[in-house]
T-cell receptor, first 114, second 112 residues
Framework: GAGVSQSPSNKVTEKGKDVELRCDPI?????LYWYRQSLGQGLEFLIY????????KSGLPSDRFSAERTGGSVSTLTIQRTQQEDSAVYLC????????????FGQGTRLTVV | DAKTTQPPSMDCAEGRAANLPCNHSTISGNEYVYWYRQIHSQGPQYIIH???NNETNEMASLIITEDRKSSTLILPHATLRDTAVYYCIVRVAYNQGGKLIFGQGTELSVKP
């Protein structure tokens, strides 16, 4: 596809379950970001993959959160033992390798923990 | 990355210019100024960026002060569809490890 694709678009899960959120970046983009946006709040940075470098995980809120990027393309954000406060829209973005490249965002995955 | 300060909200009349200010007094010499906006229920959208010169594209103009401590995003003829939250971000270039950190932004309401 032409843009960043995220799946699923909506996910309802029970408290304590694990969830996986997927992001397909724009082909050829080497930088990939994950953000979280709670209702009425700004974007909270979670993790940043930059080419072959070690990811910047400084925004992950707890060890229940992890992300990986396979083959430099698709990324999966995993939340273990979900809590109600994890309910939010999770946004993924990608950008190309050039110096000041703009980031393109997906439409997000709305996660609801009940 | 340096922090930015923006007013939480602004109003603008339809058809008028919207001037959105941003303070980034601690910006470093190698940091760029970026503007993104987020329309309700959508992912953020890139608008424009600059280093020290003023920039213009089909969406907006970016005016950066000579000392680079502040900037203004100008939407020359605001429409109702420009109602959104506007984020001002400073970051180093991607190839220097720069990442996008969003603040609280300015909620712009364009009114008829």
């Amino acid at each position: 596809g032409a843009g960043v694709s995220q799946s699923p678009s909506n996910k309802v899960t029970e408290k304590g379950k694990d969830v996986e959120l997927r992001c397909d970046p724009i082909s050829g983009h080497t930088a990939l970001y994950w953000y979280r946006q709670s209702l009425g709040q700004g974007l909270e940075f979670l993790i940043y993959f930059q080419g072959n470098s070690a990811p910047d995980k400084s925004g992950l809120p707890s060890d229940r959160f992890s992300a990986e990027r396979t083959g430099g393309s698709v990324s999966t954000l995993t939340i273990q033992r979900t809590q109600q406060e994890d309910s939010a829209v999770y946004l993924c973005a990608s950008s190309s390798a050039y110096g000041q490249a703009e980031a393109f965002f997906g439409q997000g995955t709305r996660l609801t923990v009940v | 990355d340096a922090k930015t300060t923006q007013p939480p909200s602004m109003d603008c009349a339809e058809g008028r210019a919207a001037n959105l200010p941003c303070n980034h007094s601690t910006i470093s010499g190698n940091e760029y100024v970026y503007w993104y906006r987020q329309i309700h229920s959508q992912g953020p959208q890139y608008i424009i960026h600059g280093l020290k010169n003023n920039e213009t594209n089909e969406m907006a103009s970016l005016i950066i002060t000579e000392d680079r401590k502040s900037s203004t995003l100008i939407l020359p003829h605001a429409t109702l569809r420009d109602t959104a939250v506007y984020y001002c971000i400073v970051r180093v270039a991607y190839n220097q490890g720069g990442k996008l950190i969003f603040g609280q932004g300015t909620e712009l309401s364009v009114k008829p």
